[in-house]
């Protein structure tokens, strides 16, 4: 079955950096497209980025361009988002994603806050 467990989130203040990671399993990850969604509370979830299926392609929202990079590591089935220059509006729970093709599934997600 399909399993994507994310880590690597945490407090951070303003201005400092994280590393999320995506541990995916039970799929062929190296075909998919995947995908981070960010949850911040109390609003509805907000797709941050795309990644291709060999990562040469990738897709941010507007608001983060320039501070995240996405990432993969498609021998080790593993997803990454840096998340630099972070932001208090950037606080929400961030979830990797399969999305589309075969269903949708999702990780349990990471909490990410930025506060001073």
């Known amino acids: 079955q399909v399993q994507l467990v994310e880590s690597g989130g945490g407090l951070v203040q303003p201005g400092g950096s994280l590393r999320l990671s995506c541990a995916a399993s039970?799929?062929?990850?190296?075909?998919?497209?995947m995908t981070w969604v960010r949850q911040a509370p109390g609003k509805g979830r907000e797709w941050v980025s795309n990644?291709?299926?060999?990562?040469?392609?990738?897709e941010y929202i507007d608001s983060v361009k320039g501070r995240f990079t996405v990432s993969r590591d498609n021998a080790k089935n593993m997803l990454f988002l840096q998340m630099n220059s972070l932001k208090v509006e950037d606080t929400a729970v961030y979830y990797c994603?399969?999305?589309?093709?075969?269903?949708?599934?999702w990780g349990q997600g990471t909490q990410v806050t930025v506060s001073s």
């Open positions: 994603a399969k999305l589309g093709v075969g269903g949708d599934f």
């Open positions: 039970g799929f062929a990850f190296s075909v998919y497209r």
């Open positions: 990644i291709s299926p060999d990562g040469s392609s990738t």
